[in-house]
């Protein structure tokens, strides 16, 4: 089966950084599309950033503009989202999506001092 799997989340000080990670398994990221996602309870899931398949293009939420990176390594078959100068908000489920629909299971982020 298909699996995403993110790691990296925690709890971190407001202002503080965390590095997250998707890794996938029985399916290539090389040809496509990856994004990170967030859902804070009971709110909707929200694109936090994308990149295009060979890195090229990145696209990002406004609220993370300037201070969230996402990146790709194809031959790891690994994304990232280096996340910087955290706020209180940034606080929600970060889920990794694949480019063909496929969902990790997300990793908690709690900012909080």
């Known amino acids: 089966q298909v699996q995403l799997v993110e790691s990296g989340g925690g709890l971190v000080q407001p202002g503080g950084s965390l590095r997250l990670s998707c890794s996938g398994s029985?399916?290539?990221?090389?040809?496509?599309?990856m994004g990170w996602y967030r859902q804070a309870p009971g709110k909707e899931r929200e694109l936090v950033a994308d990149i295009t398949k060979d890195g090229g293009i990145t696209t990002y939420a406004d609220s993370v503009r300037g201070r969230f990176t996402i990146s790709r390594d194809n031959v790891r078959n690994t994304v990232y989202l280096q996340m910087n100068s955290l706020k209180p908000e940034d606080t929600a489920v970060y889920y990794c999506?694949?480019?063909?629909?496929?969902w990790g299971q997300g990793t908690q982020v709690t900012v909080s001092s």
């Open positions: 029985r399916v290539t990221f090389s040809n496509y599309l």
């Open positions: 999506r694949h480019g063909m629909g496929y």
